[in-house]
């Protein structure tokens, strides 16, 4: 069997079982089998599988039709243009908090932010590609699991950014020392009831997913710490679920009166992205 031939097979079979981007699965799936690139893939497109490879790349199809995401069984995920490593006790970075390091970086330049927390960091995406991203700044990056923050620290190290990334165990902002500029959240939103309801429920960890009843208690508990962890100036940004953003502002309004909020849309027009500026003479504590 021929490249083309095993990834329309997958593709077939990955499909039936109503798995999203079936080709696009399979890609990677077969990529990590041959250990090559996506050009190369398809510049080989007629190459034939030896026996071994065929059975390696059927046993991947079989885990992925069991549930297990391909970002897991290949150890890797694109996020932001780079590669990082992940494994079961961090999330599965998705597309949609990138909009979370572009609103951070924009923002950190207008304003010439030099402190940077990354709360929740999990697999370390966020604060890599901040630090890689803002040259000058001093980012922090908090997780309450110690696994995770070993992730994180690997991702740190692949990327060459270890020397600006100081990791901390605790949870929330509560393990950090001192007030920072500027900071930036990608918390558990999901609705306890809705668990189930995730695709990769039962693989990524639960603690990384579930947002209590509500799927607000972590962003209700980060704007409260935040009080003081916030320098004169600073802003929040927080990533939320669908129909939390207008809960999430008024969270930050009632701490921050005089803050600005801004509402910022993912490419599928949810409302991802709640952002507070405070004034520049002004640190507002209620």
Do not use: W
């Amino acid at each position: 069997m021929n490249l083309r031939q095993a990834l329309k097979e997958a593709e077939e079979t990955l499909s039936a079982a109503n798995i999203d981007d079936a080709l696009l699965e399979s890609e990677v799936l077969l990529r990590h089998v041959l250990k090559i690139d996506r050009i190369r893939l398809y510049t080989d497109i007629n190459s034939e599988l030896t026996p071994q490879q065929y059975e390696k790349f059927s046993g991947l199809i079989q885990r992925r039709l069991n549930g297990e995401p391909s970002a897991y069984i290949t150890g890797n995920r694109e996020f932001y243009g780079l590669d990082f490593y992940v494994n079961q006790h961090v999330l599965i970075p998705r597309p949609e908090t990138e909009l979370l390091v572009e609103k951070a970086v924009d923002l950190a330049k207008k304003r010439s932010y030099k402190t940077i927390v990354d709360v929740g960091t999990g697999s370390g995406a966020v604060a890599v590609c901040l630090a890689l991203n803002l040259p000058d700044a001093v980012i922090y990056a908090t997780d309450i699991s110690t696994q995770a923050l070993e992730v994180a620290s690997g991702n740190s190290r692949k990327h060459s950014v270890e020397n600006r990334i100081t990791f901390l165990e605790g949870n929330l902002l509560e393990p950090l020392t001192e007030p920072v500029d500027m900071i930036v959240a990608n918390l558990p939103y999901v609705r306890n009831a809705d668990i189930q309801q995730v695709s990769t429920a039962g693989h990524e960890p639960e603690v990384a997913l579930n947002g209590g009843k509500n799927g607000l208690d972590f962003i209700i508990a980060i704007v409260g710490q935040s009080v003081s962890k916030l320098l004169r100036g600073g802003s929040i940004l927080l990533e939320v679920g669908q129909g939390q953003s207008q809960t999430a502002s008024r969270q930050l309004k009632g701490i921050y009166p005089y803050g600005e909020v801004d509402i910022f849309r993912d490419l599928a027009g949810i409302e991802r992205i709640v952002g507070l500026s405070l004034p520049r003479k002004t640190r507002v504590i209620s």
